[in-house]
T-cell receptor, first 117, second 110 residues
């Protein structure tokens, strides 16, 4: 159980276009979803925390107008990279949590590799 | 320096034990985790330890926590080639927000 999917797994887009990445919890309802960004050979950096039905909380230094997060249902969160540029190329990973505070309640998606040309 | 630090690379021979180390600065963490990431994939939770524990063993995995020194380690017994991956330690608290370490690439030589 506790499977999280992401779509697409890999996307290449042109500079200036917008890209939407979906994160779905397939067999559970996620009250909270997290979006991370991972540069090559580096760690995961938390971008934002998203609770269903409310606005996302962005980490310091993350532009909320550039990385639009929508968490419209308990099983789906989307991250839209607006007006993408080559420096936005990265591996984006989401995770979903069934509740607050638990040790093993956060499940990770397989990631989406974004390449902006 | 970084909040959670790890050595970048570890190479071991198949069948040997691997020990991956992690240090952190924030002593308020409630849980400490070890995740495994295979190439091009997401993260797989391997194990975690509550901050008031010193040790946790789960099959081939042993986690040791020295809270005084803020040092966490993951020992993999009888390391196999399938264990080759990047290993991340992470710390978390009540908000479920995770702060990840820099990652250690484990290379297992046959």
């Amino acid at each position: 159980g506790a499977v999280v999917s992401q779509h697409p797994s890999w996307v290449i887009c042109k500079s200036g276009t917008s890209v939407k990445i979906e994160c779905r919890s397939l067999d559970f309802q996620a009250t909270t979803m997290f979006w991370y960004r991972q540069f090559p050979k580096q760690s995961l950096m938390l971008m934002a925390t998203s609770n269903e039905g409310s606005k996302a909380t962005y980490e310091q230094g993350v532009e909320k107008d550039k990385f639009l997060i929508n968490h419209a249902s308990l099983t789906l969160s989307t991250l839209t990279v607006t007006s993408a540029h080559p420096e936005d190329s990265s591996f984006y990973i989401c995770s979903a949590s069934v509740g607050g505070g638990g040790a093993d309640e956060q499940y990770f998606g397989p990631g989406t590799r974004l390449t902006v040309t | 320096g970084e909040d959670v630090e790890q050595s970048l690379f570890l190479s071991v021979r198949e069948g040997d034990s691997s020990v991956i180390n992690c240090t952190y600065t924030d002593s308020s963490s409630t849980y400490l985790y070890w995740y495994k990431q295979e190439p091009g994939a997401g993260l797989q939770l391997l194990t975690y330890i509550f901050s008031n524990m010193d040790m946790k063993q789960d099959q081939r995995l042993t986690v040791l926590l020295n809270k005084k020194d803020k040092h966490l380690s993951l020992r993999i017994a009888d390391t196999q080639t399938g264990d080759s991956a990047i290993y991340f330690c992470a710390r978390g608290g009540a908000t479920n927000k995770l702060i990840f370490g820099t990652g250690t690439l484990l290379a297992v030589q046959p």
